[in-house]
């Protein structure tokens, strides 16, 4: 897992890694600049193009000027340097590149006041105005710069951090800052990178290794850690010699409708491709001949007019609500298992039924896993005007409840009951169609038959079910929730 840090814990490793590493804060910025340099060209390979390099007067733009001395090294000579002087202050870092720029032949133009730039021609834009250092929003000057430079609509590539976007906290709806192309940003993504609302500030981001001190990042106190393929070929056992379908567990799906079978289908197929010993559906009478034809494999259970699952301890893991439908049996058969107390997958209309039922909540069995996306969240724990609000939430009920809420999304946010927040970094825009989180939901399930613990069930499911998304996705525009299904043995065999 990578740890991922504030602004302010990320500050605290420069420094860290400037007293104990040998390496002159100046040279990492120097590093820093080449990791950007390097990735940027991998982008832009045509020399001849023409770039404009914003740098304020902080570190971040000490960054801006060392990119601009290696780009010009490397053969860009249509670069222009604008010197962003809105502010008396300036880095010593940043004296010290601008130091070299006025002793070389290299020409900067100075920006007193927005008003300043006047038609600007250019292809490229590097935004080096401000970078972690950004304690409020944007305002006056800064603003008008921002908006200026937005205006032009050219390419931009932010380092570190898009000018104005906070790192950490809310993101404002009217967010003001630079609206980039990409950001290539240093050692961590930021944490804000991964809510929705970074859409404004960056259509992506890639992480560049600077050499900061990778032991201090990851045992600084953070609540949220970037799950890494490394942590999930850990996790995953391999299946034995000598064992038999017992050994995998018996898991139970409680989903489907007369109009929505195919939730109860998706569900129960990539439970069974994800490994349980056991997979039985319980769905209505209406599905039992499209179960028995698509899914052989699959045991049926009729639902019609069931309230109460019979010997529920005789599964080792219980999902329920994909395709279900609303009505008042099925709300008792939620509330039965409730009271039974085994640790629930709930998602899909059982979280709409839970939402109807708050005294249910807070019943709910210790270590079951909830998989909500936006709506269904907010239906369940009130209207959150952001990302961020509605992180914290999901973060302090996980705790409370002593339960796993999975807020899904391109990258779903995992809460667990010890208060930590693992970020899922696969998945792709082409998983983007119905079916895809009742294939999910059959994931985990299958994951706690095979007796992983809540926790681990949740990132395994998640991750795997993301990654089998983009190798899909390398060759479609759109990858099919059954398509998904199929994929998962083929996932986790690759993955062991
Ligand atoms: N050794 C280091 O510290 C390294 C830092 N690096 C770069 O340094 C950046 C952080 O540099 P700094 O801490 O100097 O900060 P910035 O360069 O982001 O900002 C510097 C100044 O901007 C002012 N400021 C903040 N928000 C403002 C606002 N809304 N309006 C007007 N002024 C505002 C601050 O008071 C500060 O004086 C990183 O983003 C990264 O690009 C990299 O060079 C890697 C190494
Ligand atoms: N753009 C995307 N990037 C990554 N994952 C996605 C994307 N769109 C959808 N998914 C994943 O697909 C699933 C969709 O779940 P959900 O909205 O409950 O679907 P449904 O109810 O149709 O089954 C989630 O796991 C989500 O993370």
Redesign the pocket.
Same mark, same amino acid.
């Given at each position: 897992m990578q740890t991922l840090l504030t602004s302010a814990q990320m500050?605290r490793t420069?420094e860290f890694t400037?007293a104990n590493k040998p390496i002159a804060?100046i040279d !990492?910025?120097e590093k820093?600049a080449r990791a950007f340099v390097q990735s940027f060209l991998r982008d832009e390979f045509d020399s001849t193009k023409n770039i404009a390099i914003f740098c304020?007067k #902080?570190? %971040? #733009? #000490?960054?801006g000027l060392a990119i601009a001395y290696l780009l010009l090294h490397n053969g860009y000579e249509n670069i222009k340097i604008y010197i962003v002087n809105? =502010?008396d202050?300036q =880095?010593d870092?940043f004296a010290i590149n601008r130091q070299r720029l006025d002793e070389s032949r290299y020409r900067k133009t100075i920006i007193n006041k927005a008003a300043d730039l006047k038609n600007i021609k250019t292809d490229i834009i590097i935004d080096a105005i401000?970078? =972690?250092? !950004? %304690?409020?929003?944007?305002?006056s000057d800064?603003a008008d710069l921002v908006k200026y430079i937005n205006k032009l609509n050219k390419k931009v590539y932010a380092?570190?951090?898009p000018t104005g976007f906070p790192a950490e906290g809310e993101i404002p709806s009217d967010y003001n800052g630079i609206k980039a192309y990409k950001t290539i940003c240093?050692q961590r993504p930021k944490i804000n990178f991964f809510f929705p609302e970074s859409a404004l500030a960056t259509e992506k981001h890639e992480v560049v290794a600077?050499g900061l001190d990778e032991n201090f990042i990851q045992n600084q106190d953070s609540d949220f850690f970037l799950i890494e393929e490394s942590d999930i070929r850990h996790m995953l056992k391999p299946r034995k010699l000598f064992s038999h379908k017992g050994t995998y567990g018996h898991a139970l799906i409680i989903a489907g409708n007369t109009n929505t079978m195919g939730a109860a289908l998706l569900s129960s197929m990539s439970c069974l491709y994800t490994g349980a010993g056991l997979t039985t559906a319980c769905i209505p009478q209406s599905g039992l001949i499209a179960l028995n034809t698509t899914l052989p494999e699959v045991i049926a259970l009729p639902r019609d007019e069931y309230r109460k699952v019979d010997n529920p301890a005789k599964y080792q893991a219980i999902a329920i609500g994909p395709g279900l439908g609303l009505s008042a049996a099925h709300e008792k058969l939620l509330e039965n298992l409730i009271f039974d107390n085994q640790p629930l997958v709930i998602d899909a209309d059982a979280l709409n039924m839970l939402s109807e039922r708050p005294d249910l909540i807070d019943k709910l069995p210790e270590n079951s896993i909830l998989t909500p996306h936006m709506k269904e969240f907010d239906r369940l724990f009130g209207e959150h005007q952001n990302w961020w609000d509605r992180l914290q939430t999901a973060k302090v009920k996980a705790q409370q409840l002593k339960i796993v809420i999975m807020l899904k999304n391109q990258f779903t946010f995992i809460c667990v009951p010890k208060g930590r927040i693992y970020i899922n970094p696969t998945g792709n825009p082409a998983m983007a169609q119905g079916g895809m989180g009742d294939v999910l939901t059959g994931i985990i399930a299958a994951f706690l038959a095979q007796k992983y613990a809540s926790t681990d069930a949740a990132i395994l499911a998640c991750y795997i079910h993301g990654k089998a998304g983009d190798n899909l996705a390398m060759d479609k525009i759109v990858v099919s929730a059954s398509q998904v299904a199929k994929q998962i043995p083929v996932e986790i065999k690759h993955l062991m």
């Open positions: 500050r420069d400037i804060s !990492l910025m820093a304020g #902080g570190n %971040n #733009g #000490g960054d809105f =502010s202050k =880095s870092d401000l970078g =972690s250092g !950004l %304690n409020k929003p944007l305002t800064y380092v570190d951090v240093f600077i």
